[in-house]
């Protein structure tokens, strides 16, 4: 019996900086996936969401299944985050995030669950360089730490480095599903297909 070939695509952006993770702008002026200049199919949407001023990987599809699996907090599927914290990350900072930590959500106090960062010897070279970089200053020292999770609050990462001690300066995300930009090292605003995600 032959099949059915499936008529699902997916798609593999790196979101640029201050782009919003969507194909509408939510106020004038604000840039969209519309304008990076790639035709996408018109039933496919972003699986998941990256911040406005958060950068990296982001999933296009139509595949409708493919969200649940992808987002369900009872699947936990791991998302890596690279970021530029303000100030050395030490030892003591990096645990914190294998306890979980308190942070504040829709207005309450919530503990995350457990997640692994890192600290990272530099900025990958394949990395693209941030339009506009962020603002540097000799006298405050800064470090890259990779951090990854399994659930995504509004803000999550940034509010767990901020409750260490570790302030956010440049938030990328290099990794979800079985994607990586090791793998894919994209230039900010490029658009790739691939194939189904592993999940």
């Excluded at 969401?49 to 987002?71: A, M, P």
């Excluded at 998302?79 to 207005?107: C, D």
């Amino acid at each position: 019996m032959q099949t059915k070939p499936s008529n699902f695509r997916y798609f593999l952006v790196y979101k640029p900086y201050q782009v919003l993770s969507q194909f509408t702008p939510e106020a004038a002026g604000q840039k969209t996936l519309s304008d990076l200049g790639f035709d996408f199919p018109s039933d496919a949407y972003p699986i998941g969401r990256l911040d406005y001023d958060s950068e990296g990987l982001l999933l296009i599809s139509n595949d409708k299944k493919l969200v649940d699996k992808l987002l369900n907090p009872q699947y936990e599927k791991a998302k890596t985050y690279w970021a530029q914290v303000e100030g050395q990350a030490n030892e003591s900072q990096l645990l914190a995030f294998s306890t979980g930590v308190e942070i504040s959500h829709n207005g309450k106090k919530y503990t995350t669950l457990p997640a692994t960062a890192q600290l990272l010897p530099q900025q990958a070279d394949y990395l693209p360089a941030r339009n506009p970089p962020i603002r540097y200053r000799a006298a405050i020292p800064t470090s890259w730490i990779s951090i990854t999770v399994t659930e995504g609050k509004n803000r999550q990462v940034r509010k767990m480095a901020a409750a260490v001690g570790l302030p956010v300066l440049r938030l990328v995300r290099t990794a979800i599903a079985n994607f990586n930009l090791s793998d894919y090292p994209l230039a900010s605003g490029q658009v790739v297909e691939v194939e189904k995600p592993l999940v």
